[in-house]
């Protein structure tokens, strides 16, 4: 297949190899109206057939994943080179987030009373149209199902561009919504970038969902802006990692180096500047240089592996011009920072220290096995260092003493802190970020409410 023709379609490739995957071809320009006219349609069928209706086939959407779950953490691997066992977790996790919100919308969107003076009111939550979705390749099938699902719950409908390098992933789950009947509520197909421009513009589009870059979201936002169009955005992240002097600081690096290296990485989430204590900076970098340097990257299908490699050779590339930039400005590197002789996108696990606010590492995002130790006077010293960030995504606090967590947890500019463990993900608590990370909220009552129409119905007695 010829690289060259991009405006045909993608060529998927595999991260660990180099091999080409697949070919996806693009949506031709004159289908794209047949594609929204089918999910406009299937928006009024989705809408009109009643909650109850919608949650069992959402139920069985979930089931139908659970049941293909080793093929998905499979395509998932090779096609992303996460490790199986991460793979594997995050069908989990899709599982986990259907069978929550199944379980919970009734209880969120049934119509509430409202006490009033005057007559009577209560709130009806409606559903506002068919939301278009914008997804990234890091979990490829969790980001998908992490929006699709409370968006259709709420009786929306969900078209979807999937990530090109993860296309199959996308299209995966696409089949296996139709194979439950809602092929025409949950719509994945390979729009390229002028189609869905043209897609976010059309009326028959309700809202924008992006998971993306911060360059990704501000034009995407900017774009639905001008059309009057609800959106939702969770950017970037350089998350915080702050270990205060009284820390458990075997656990804390423990703790660093899954929040670290899980996914290679490449997890918006993922802690970034790792913000310590002078009085424990020594020790803590020792321990986790050590810890760093053990890790062994390996192959993806092997259930031994935690290191895989990056997604894609362009990203590794360009987080090696990140170190190197590091190291120019003064950085040290302890751990690392070379790109292997072998095929693929493979990037050896790095450490940098001595990293001040001054330098690019500390005020970038890097999206990849690479961790960064800024040192820090005191608590003060650090809340101010994790704060000086144009992002707000995610945040960790580690330190024996939780009354003080809690009044810093005041503190942090962040969308949330998490103490004494990593950032990481839940259905019982809401996700999204502040500042440059993005705006809006996904999980719990509060993503579901976010594509509805809260509408107040007041009657006269």
């Known amino acids: 297949m010829n690289r060259d023709i991009k405006s045909w379609g993608i060529q998927t490739v595999n991260p660990a190899t180099g091999a080409d ?19 406009a349609l299937g928006f009024e069928t989705w809408r009109d057939m009643g909650m109850a209706a919608r949650l069992e086939l959402l139920k069985q959407f979930g089931a139908a994943i659970e049941s293909a779950k080793e093929n998905l953490a499979r395509q998932a691997s090779i096609e992303m080179g996460k490790p199986i066992t991460q793979s594997l977790a995050e069908i989990d996790r899709c599982v986990q987030l259907t069978r929550w919100i199944v379980e919970n919308t009734p209880r969120i969107l049934t119509p509430r009373e409202v006490n009033i003076p005057t007559g009577r009111a209560w709130l009806r939550f409606d559903p506002v149209g068919t939301v278009f979705g914008i997804t990234p390749w890091n979990f490829p099938f969790y980001q998908i199902i992490r929006a699709a699902v409370p968006i259709m719950a709420g009786g929306n409908g969900y078209l979807v561009k ?21 092929g025409d509520v949950f719509i994945a197909a390979n729009f390229r970038r002028e189609q869905s421009r043209q897609i976010i513009q059309d009326k028959r589009i309700a809202g924008v969902a992006l998971t993306g870059s911060v360059a990704a979201g501000r ?19 350089s998350d915080p990692f702050i270990i205060l002097a009284d820390a458990d600081l075997e656990k804390a690096v423990d ?18 500047r790792f913000i310590i204590d002078e009085s424990i900076a020594e020790d803590f970098s020792d321990r986790f240089a050590e810890r760093i340097a053990a890790i062994q990257p390996g192959d993806p299908l092997d259930r031994e592996t935690f290191l895989g490699p990056m997604s894609r050779i362009d990203l590794r590339d360009a987080l090696h011009k990140q170190v190197q930039m590091a190291v120019k400005e003064g950085a040290k590197l302890v751990v690392g920072g070379s790109k292997p002789r072998q095929p693929g996108a493979w990037y050896a696990p790095t450490l940098l220290t001595d990293v001040t606010p001054e330098m690019a590492c500390f005020r970038e995002e890097l999206f990849g096995p690479v961790a960064c130790v800024i040192v820090a006077k005191d608590t003060d ?22 009354a003080k967590a809690e009044r810093l947890a005041g503190e942090i500019e962040a969308g949330a802190v998490n103490i004494n463990k990593g950032s990481s993900s839940d259905p019982n608590l809401p996700i999204g970020g502040i500042k ?25 007695t």
């Open 21 to 39: 995957l697949a070919f996806h071809p693009f949506i031709e320009d004159n289908a794209v109206d047949g594609v929204l006219q089918r999910a």
């Open 162 to 182: 999937p990530a090109e390098c993860t296309m199959q992933c996308g299209l995966m789950l696409n089949d296996i919504a139709a194979s439950v009947g809602m």
């Open 219 to 237: 034009a995407i936002s900017q774009l639905a802006g001008e059309a009057g169009k609800k959106t939702v955005m969770e950017l970037g992240g």
């Open 255 to 272: 703790g660093a180096v899954a929040s670290r290296f899980g996914n290679a990485g490449q997890v918006c989430i993922a802690a970034k």
């Open 381 to 402: 010293d650090a809340i101010r260092l994790a704060n000086d960030s144009d992002f707000g995504l995610s945040s960790s606090l580690w330190t024996k003493d939780l």
């Open 436 to 460: 440059a990370s993005g705006y809006g909220r996904e999980l719990t009552e509060f993503g579901l409410l976010e594509f509805m129409n809260i509408k107040p119905v007041w009657a006269a």
